[in-house]
Structure formats: C-alpha cells, structure tokens
C-alpha cells in the first residue's frame, strides 16, 4: 500500500472514531438522565431519521465516488457530477419530508412524535451536503475528518451541557441533528475555498441520469436496511422500548468495532475503481494483502472484545448490566462477517461492474432477513434478533462468493 492510501486510511479511521468512538461517551449519560425508555424512544426517532438518510444517499457514495476518480483529469465532468448529484439528494429529501409528514396524518398514535421526528430530519439534510463522496474519489479525507471531528465535540459538549432529565429529549434529538449541518457546512465551504469542483447549470435530465446509475446500489442499501436498521423498530413492536435501549447499548459497541471496516474500504474504493479498469491482478493483490493484514486481524480483536465483553460494558455502562454484556458476546462476531462481505462486494464486484449481483445479493437477504428478525425478535426478543443477524450476514456472504466464483480468473488470482 502507497503513503497516499495509508494517509487516507488513518484520515478515515479518525472519521470513524468520531462518529461512533465519541459518541460512546455520551451514551451512558443519556441512559442515566434520560433514562431507558425515553432513551429508548430517542434511538427509535434517530432510526426513522437514518431510513431517510438511505433515501438521499441513495448509492451515492459508491456510484458518485467511482465515476470521478476515473474521471479526475476532468473538471468540467466532475463538477457537473457534483451539482447534479447535490441537486438529486436535495430532490429525494424534498420527497422525504414530505412522506414522513404524511405518514405521521395517517397514524394518529405517532404525531405525539411529529415534532421530534421534523427535527431530527435535520441530519439529512446534513447528510445531504456532505460531499464525503467527492473527498473519496480525490482521495482527500483529511478535511473530512476534521469536519467530523469538529461538529461531534461540540455536539458531545452540547449535550453535557443541556442534557439534564427526560424532560430534554427534544434538545437531545435537536443536537443530534444539528451535527451533521455543522459538518456538511464546513466540507462545502472547503471544497469550493480548494476548488474540487464548481456548480454547474444542470437540467433536470442530469438528475434523473444520476439517479438511474445509482438505482442498483439504493436498491440493495434499501433491502440492506430491512436486516440493520429496522431492528430497533422490530424490538420497538414485538418486545417493548425497554428492550430497545438494552439492544441499542450492546450494539453501539459493535458498530464501533464495525466502524474499523469503513475507512478502509471507502480509501481503497476509489483506488480499486481505477486498477480494476487496467490492472485487475494488482487490484486482487491489493485485496489479498486487506483480507491478511486486516479481516484477520478484526476477528482477532472480535474475540478478544468477547472475552473481555464484562469489563467493556462496566467501562462504558457501569454495573448490573449483564443483559448487555452477554447481547456483545454475540454481536461481536457480525464485523469480521461484514468486514469479508466488504470486500467480496463493495471491493470486487462494484468495480468490476458487477452491480446488478451486488443488489440481487441485498434483496434476497432482506427479503429473507426482514421476517427472519421480526419472527426471532417476537419469540425470542434480543437474543433471537442478535443470532439472526449474525446468520443473515453469513447469507450476503455466501451469495456473494457464488457470483464471484462464476469467474474463475478472479477466483484463482484470490486463491
């Protein structure tokens, strides 16, 4: 690996750390002064504000990310793939706001929560102007980083300030929504002061051009959420908000651990975009070097997170939470299964074009995934939610190396 990828890398890994590392330190305040239920209500109105986060993403991070780092030494494309991607995500949140406002008219017993739910919208928004896409194909990520980095302090500042009881779940959620617009604003200024790319007049043909290119990828998130993000909302109907929260706080530790897979796959996206399309072996070795020097590793540090699962929740969470620590134990095996399915899929068919399998792969497990949880979670509650996620990721991967294993170049270069 080159010192412009091991720089991206380590930029990315501060991204990450900030925004599940960080936030880590909160939660047990929230917890305490909130308290569980109303805890549990504040991650369920995050989880409905994350389905509209899919919605403007919309695959945006993949798709837009490949097209310019193999288009780079044009300006004018890029930038035009800039405005027209920005112009798509604003389109989609548009749409967004408007479907969670009429979906809250048509259920009487959630407009208690319109308000909460409006204002936890602003992290889309914020993850509407985020152009962490554009950063990844220059591969640039230090600023981003630092954007992070800066909106969560003060987010976490926030919090500690004006967090005191129940009674503040409102301003709980507002700061919450608030950092993403933080960080969003000072990527957008950035990248104008640096000049990664102009807005440029588009028509509303370039739009619907972005999203047809896209369409594959926000098909296969979309299923992808069914089995992830919908969980909370499973536990929410089948076991009780209680249960959420207890859930939450488990899970929060795995997504830190998972987070460990982001920065790495989004510093080699950009770069095996470009040697797929020239140097197909080198971009297979790359992958084989990450699988040894990285997926190895993280089941390593996946055991070691279960063996000392105890001591982690009583750091985090403080004592008496054995419900907790034991839901670890078994969720802590779910990143080094995403981190292989990662690479299987994000690293080897994307580039290799091969995104209509990608999104077959997602339906078929969110079609299965989906009833799987909601059936788990009514008879066994977060126990039952916990192993069937573990089996659902096992499903994406075993679907992924049939597509692959079609192609037996890249299967002997692997091997």
């Given amino acids: ?3 412009l990828l091991i720089k991206n890398i380590f930029s990315l890994f501060s991204i990450q750390a900030v925004n599940y590392i960080l936030p880590l ?7 305490r002064v909130l308290g569980v239920e109303v805890f549990g209500v504040y991650i369920l109105i995050l989880t409905v504000s994350q389905y509209f986060i899919i919605l403007t993403e919309y ?7 490949r097209k310019i780092a193999v288009n780079l030494d044009s300006f004018n494309y890029v930038s035009k793939t800039f405005s027209s991607v920005l112009a798509a995500k604003t389109f989609l949140a548009l749409i967004g706001i408007v479907l969670l406002n009429l979906a809250l008219l048509c259920i ?15 992290s889309v928004w914020g993850s509407v102007f985020f152009p ?5 194909a220059y591969e640039k990520m230090v600023w981003i980083a630092v954007c992070n980095f800066v909106s969560r302090i003060a987010g976490i500042i926030l919090v500690f300030l004006f967090v005191k009881s129940s009674e503040d779940l409102y301003l709980a959620i507002l700061i919450q929504g608030l950092i993403p617009v933080i960080a969003a ?18 028509d509303k043909f370039d739009v619907l051009h972005e999203l047809k290119d896209s369409w594959d990828i926000f098909i296969s998130t979309s299923f992808v959420s069914l089995y992830t993000t919908s969980i909370p909302i499973i536990l929410g109907m089948t076991s009780g908000v209680a249960s959420v929260g207890i859930f939450s706080a488990a899970d929060k530790i795995r997504l830190a651990l998972q987070s460990l897979i982001n920065p790495v796959s989004q510093a080699l996206y950009p770069r095996l975009s470009k040697l ?8 297979l070795a790359l992958i084989k070097k990450t699988f040894q020097y990285f997926v190895i590793p993280l089941f390593i540090l996946s055991l070691g997170v279960m063996i000392f699962s105890d001591k982690i929740i009583t750091i985090f969470y403080g004592q008496n939470m054995h419900d907790v620590s034991n839901l670890l134990k078994i969720l802590v095996w779910i990143p080094p299964i995403v981190a292989i399915a990662n690479l299987l899929g994000i690293q080897i068919m994307l580039p290799k074009g091969m995104s209509r399998q990608f999104s077959i792969t997602y339906i078929i497990s969110g079609i299965v995934g989906f009833p799987v949880l909601f059936i788990s979670s009514a008879a066994f509650s977060i126990w039952g939610v916990s192993v069937a996620s573990i089996l659902i990721e096992v499903m994406v ?3 992924f190396f049939y597509f692959i294993s079609k192609s037996k170049k890249t299967i002997k270069t692997l091997s």
């Fill in 59 to 65: 695959g945006f991070n993949l798709s837009a990310t």
């Fill in 1 to 3: 690996m080159d010192r």
């Fill in 25 to 31: 330190l909160i939660i047990p305040y929230l917890v």
């Fill in 132 to 136: 962490i896409w554009l950063y990844q």
């Fill in 185 to 202: 604003v000072i990527a957008m200024c950035h990248s104008q002061i640096k000049g990664l790319a102009d807005f440029k007049k588009i």
């Fill in 397 to 399: 991967v075993t679907l």
């Fill in 276 to 283: 797929m399309q020239s140097e197909e072996n080198a971009a």
């Fill in 108 to 122: 009487p017993k959630y407009q208690d929560y319109t308000g909460y739910l409006n204002v936890a919208y602003l």
